[in-house]
């Protein structure tokens, strides 16, 4: 039967292959088909993570330290409890044999069950407890993943598979980078999430939001995925395959006419040059930007770096993976931002719990409350600005003291190489994100005290406008065209011009072709996106005329209707 969601749209394209789905646990787990001859191995698999996972919370139960509350022992003794019932010990085994599934995917079907019973149970104590058995679920999970005989070994997507899933965090599409997927698509998310930001840079038709998505779609079901519209078409019919397979060429099309822009000077049509760079989040996107075009890095993201892993990377991992991007781009400026952990890029085994993480303990906040582990990236940084333009990114400020700290750690961090005999950059430059209305607000101290400003426009709308970005039930609040964010990044442009500082955009704004033109206007002059953008982006660049620009930018800060500022906006791109 064929059928259509409706989602966000939160990269362009489009894709047409079989759905591979995904379990929608913290943990993401596959779903794979497994040979009748594998059953009883699989099933040994099984046993042998419940085993593991046994002795660890028995030697946990054997070696409770003397001050530690009662609390602890009763905790794992619950979670023993659990784990010795044979609804999680015998079923899931039942399930491997009669769906011929691996042993992570019926454990998962399992829980489901039983959180689902949880949820009935009046007791609001008992209903809470549910907790434990997703905490020990996935301890189980956790040692099957780390079997290598896992069924996965013998049975992964094939090239160009949808991904399915109710979510995915930015850690687990970075995992999936390995994988040829053609698309993913998510029950939930925003457009402007940290994994719809990952999902982009992979240069794929992506959707979020589609609610039901994960549950609706059978494995190896044929999908349409439109990018563009934020639509997914479930087993199309002929005639329908046979119109986006057209769409898909002309897409493709279009895309390999923009590749003769890659060598082409970026400038406005009166000669203004205009900076694009790329925002990159492993060293292998490297390839990715140069093939594009790009005048440079302008955003490293350096927390995916520490993502999927459950030890912090060495100071001489840092610096290997910071000296291989500064040497990759020849000469071209890097831009290195300190880590961003915190919200929804979270360390594996965090003991912080935060109601609120995108308001918490995350970005520039993290690394001063962790003064050991942001010196080594400090000193990472700079060893590796000996090996090319690299410069220093501080995520998230939001007042003096926080900037303060910083630059006496840089210091710190300078004197120790100095000591050590180290060769750095000892005029690298300092800048700052400005993505807090705070931050915007009160510019004069950041520019006064900074080499350069770069805009993060995605959580500068997000905590200007009160939305949070990772939430599909808000999702259809956050507007870029709001008054009040186009005044704070107008605002902000001009700050940085009357100081004489470089600022650039480098949230998801910078890569949307509708609002170059406007941000031309505002007088931006550097832009940092993802590299897939980067041609698009050019092209426009190519065709606008800043005067022309700039007085239609000019009437836009002064609407203050949605309908003014849409045909504002629209005379803007037709210019």
Known sequence: MSFTLQGIAVSS???????????????????????????????????????RVRRELSDLASDIPDNAPPEFEAFLNVHLMILGDETLAVTPKTLIASQRCNAEWALKQQMDALLAQFDEIDDPYLRSRKTDVVQVVERVLAALLLDTTSA???????????????????????????????????????????????????????????????????????????????????????????????????????????RRLKTTRSATLDGTRIELQANIELPDDVAQA????????????????YLNRRDLPTEDEQFEAYRRVAEDMEGLPVTIRTFDLGADKALLDTERVSTNPALGLRAIRLCLAEPLMFFGQLRAILRASAYGKVKILVPMLSGVHELNQTLHLIDEAKRSLDQDGIRYDPAIPIGGMIEIPAAALSLGIFTRKLDFLSIGTNDLIQYTLAIDRTDDAVAHLYDPLHPAVLQLVSSIIQGAAKAGKPVAVCGEMAGDTTLTRLLLGFGLRQFSMHPANLLSVKQIVLKSDLVEVANLARRMLRAEEPEKLYALLAKLNEA
């Open 152 to 258: 996965a070994t013998v049975a992964t997507p094939e090239d160009g598979s949808i991904l399915v899933a109710h979510d995915l965090s930015p850690a687990d599409v970075i995992l999936f980078k390995q994988h040829k997927f053609a698309s993913f698509i998510t029950d939930v998310g925003g457009t402007t999430s940290h994994t719809a930001i990952v999902a982009r840079s992979l240069g794929i038709p992506s959707i979020v939001a589609l609610h039901h998505a994960r549950r609706l779609v059978r494995e190896e079901e044929l999908l349409i995925v439109d990018g563009t519209h934020g639509v997914v078409i479930v087993n199309p019919d002929e005639t329908t395959l046979a119109e986006y397979r057209l769409r898909q060429e002309e897409w493709d099309l279009e895309r390999q006419k923009l």
């Open 13 to 51: 394209g489009i894709a047409i292959g079989r759905a591979h789905l995904v379990s929608h646990a913290q943990l993401e787990v596959p779903h794979l088909e497994i040979p009748a001859n594998r059953i009883e191995q699989e099933q040994a698999r099984f046993d042998t993570a419940l085993t």
């Open 290 to 305: 140069k093939d594009n075009g790009a005048a440079g890095v302008g955003l490293f993201r350096t927390e995916f770096l």
